[in-house]
């Protein structure tokens, strides 16, 4: 099993300002199969980035993504209010399919 | 639009069975492969289980293999997760979740119902 570790836990910004999470595996990701996904309150989850670094239709071009291998990186380039949320990274490309434990992006 | 519907969800007692069910619309039901995910209440995610479009491949997840069981009914466009001898960990929102593939590896998961909530307790 591929194990994502995420990190920071919670990361404090303001509006404006740019934020970078950080998925890491215990194994290589075949072939980057790695999504982004973003989470608010009482919502289901939301497709951001798969591939490692394509943005899913919709997304605005400040979410992009990129890494290989192991390591991976979500980047927002100026947060809106609306991107404070959680944030899983999830690899598809082994058996069973896993999540890292999410990021908290919250409003400094 | 695509859309994911849950249903089936509620309280059942330690050992009791229920079953879900995910009505999808806006799309060719049967040509996607489906998942179950859960999520525990404040926590992250947790894949549970899948099934390839034509619902001859299945897969699960170690926690719940051999107790719940994935099918799909592709004439009624619904995607079903019958659960047995449930467990207080098993206690979850589950979501349903459409993938872009006709099988479950290699291929993201691109929409998501809103999730129904299972809960095992005395």
């Known amino acids: 099993e591929i194990v994502l570790t995420q990190s920071p836990g919670t990361l404090s910004l303001s509006p404006g300002e740019r934020a970078t999470l950080s998925c890491r595996a215990s194994q290589s990701v075949s072939s980057n199969y790695l999504a982004w996904f973003q989470q608010k309150p009482g919502q289901a989850p939301r497709l951001l980035i798969y591939g490692a670094s394509s943005r899913a239709t919709g997304i605005p071009d400040r979410f992009s993504g990129s890494g290989s291998g192991t390591d991976f990186t979500l980047t927002i380039s100026r947060l809106e209010p609306e991107d404070f949320a959680v944030y899983y990274c999830h690899q598809y490309g082994g058996s069973p399919y896993t999540f890292g434990q999410g990021t908290k992006l919250e409003i400094k | 639009e695509v859309q994911l519907v849950e249903s089936g969800g509620g309280l059942v007692q330690p050992g009791g069975s229920l079953r879900l069910s995910c009505a999808g619309s806006g799309f060719t039901f049967s040509s996607y492969a489906m998942s179950w995910v859960r999520q525990v209440p404040g926590r992250g995610l947790e894949w549970v289980s899948a099934t390839s479009g034509p619902g001859g491949s299945r897969y699960y997840a170690d926690s719940v293999n051999g107790r719940f069981t994935i099918s799909r009914d592709n004439s009624k466009n619904t995607l079903y997760l019958q659960m047995n001898s449930l467990r207080a960990e098993d206690t979850a929102v589950y979501y349903c979740?459409?993938?872009?593939?006709?099988?479950?590896?290699?291929?993201?998961?691109?929409?998501w119902g809103k999730g129904t909530t299972v809960t095992v307790s005395s």
């Open positions: 979740a459409k993938s872009v593939g006709l099988t479950l590896y290699y291929y993201y998961m691109d929409v």
